[in-house]
């Protein structure tokens, strides 16, 4: 997908990604315009319980943005600022689709200052027709084999059923 000249300042777009929908990948490819690298930062939290794994999530990133110019996906278990200091990357990335999500980013946008005075967070809002989604309400209705082809790209939708279909012993 071509999108024209970026900028050439790095930024990451840090989140679970469990697993990447639609959604996501919709912000990616407008994102993807203004920053050069993007990065996709798939990361891992100890309170977080995840359907798939870190390398199944990695993989999954990568199938679903391999034709969107200029991201790159990377995976990293620790604080997100952390890995943007250790990378020279001034620019964290956050999707809002709600009131309450822009709460939270802003705490961690605070923290994330305090730690890398160096570093800014941007906002980037979500499309309308995505604000209802998210990576749990695609794991709850692909449990009870509900159609989300509006939702999730090809091979999620497949590595869903699969998953599924081996945790009811099919």
């Not at 900028?7 to 777009?13: D, Q």
């Not at 199938?63 to 990293?76: N, P």
């Not at 809002?125 to 989300?148: M, N």
Request: charge should be positive; proline fraction near 5%; include cysteine.
């Amino acid at each position: 997908m071509k999108n024209g000249p970026a900028l050439s300042k790095k930024a990451i777009y840090p989140g679970s990604f469990d697993p990447i929908t639609k959604g996501h990948v919709d912000l990616v490819s407008r994102l993807s315009y203004f920053f050069n690298p993007l990065i996709l930062l798939v990361s891992t939290s100890a309170s977080k319980d995840y359907l798939f794994s870190l390398e199944e999530r990695v993989e999954l990133a990568r199938l679903c943005l391999g034709d969107i110019e200029r991201v790159k996906v990377a995976s990293y278990n620790g604080m997100t600022v952390e890995y943007a200091k250790q990378n020279n990357i001034k620019v964290i990335i956050r999707g809002v689709r709600a009131v309450s999500d822009f709460e939270y980013e802003l705490t961690m946008a605070a923290a994330n200052k305090q730690l890398f005075p160096e570093c800014e967070t941007f906002i980037a809002f979500t499309r309308p027709e995505y604000t209802h989604l998210s990576s749990q309400v695609v794991k709850e209705i692909a449990s009870h084999g509900g159609d989300l082809s509006d939702w999730i790209p090809v091979p999620v939708a497949q590595a869903l059923k699969k998953k599924f279909k081996n945790s009811t012993g099919d």
